[in-house]
Every structure is written in C-alpha cells, then in structure tokens.
C-alpha cells in the first residue's frame, strides 16, 4: 500500500524484481523512502511514521516465525511510538538475485494470458 504498486513484479526504474526483495534491500541500503509512493511522500506530514510502518511489516516477514511479531503486539507497535522496534533480519521471501532467471519467462506467461 505504501508504494502505490503490485505486490508481484514490482517495477523499480528499469527493473523488474518482488516487492520485498526491492524493500529489503532498500531498507538495508538506508534509502527506504525510495519505495515509498511520491503522491504518499507528497500528502503525509510524517515520512517518520510511513518508515515505521514499513519497519514493522519487514519485521512481519522474518524467516523464522519465533522472530515474527504476534498480532497483538503489532497493534501495541503501530499505536504506541514507546515500543523500540527490534531491527529486521533478511525476510523469508528475499530474492537474492536482482532478475530472477524465469521472470521473463512468467511476464511472457502472464501477457500471453491477458492479452
């Protein structure tokens, strides 16, 4: 929601590559504004909490579910800006590769499919 975009084949300049991998690896770059959608960046007072909530969605995928946030502890996270947030270690789903090898195999798919 925070980018303005598709889960799936998430579109970065002249990249193709999964939400979470771009994300993460924005995260870790410290440029985590970057995925953020500019009519977003253009209308929120915050950008500090736009940054929060993506923080704890990262620490929402983590590889090891022990590591993942309970539901309640979300809610207490997203309404409380006292909770220190744990930092996020690579998520579940990270792609380690920038163009996975058979992603222009299934764009190729899905155009066939839709058109």
């Known amino acids: 929601m925070v980018t303005g975009q598709k889960n799936q084949c ?9 939400l979470l991998s771009f994300a993460w690896k924005s995260w870790m770059n410290g ?7 500019p009519t977003l960046k253009a209308k929120s007072g915050s950008m500090h909490n ?11 995928v983590q590889e090891n579910a022990i590591d993942r946030p309970t539901m309640a502890l979300v ?10 947030l744990p930092i996020p270690t690579e998520p579940a789903f990270f792609m380690h590769s920038v163009i ?14 839709t058109g």
């Open 10 to 18: 998430f579109k970065n300049e002249e990249r193709i590559e999964d």
């Open 31 to 37: 440029t985590i504004s970057d995925i953020i959608d």
């Open 50 to 60: 736009i940054i929060r909530h993506i923080h704890i969605a990262l620490l929402c």
């Open 75 to 84: 809610v207490l996270m997203l309404n409380s800006f006292s909770v220190t």
């Open 100 to 113: 996975d090898a058979e992603m222009p195999l299934l764009l190729e798919y899905r155009q066939g499919a």
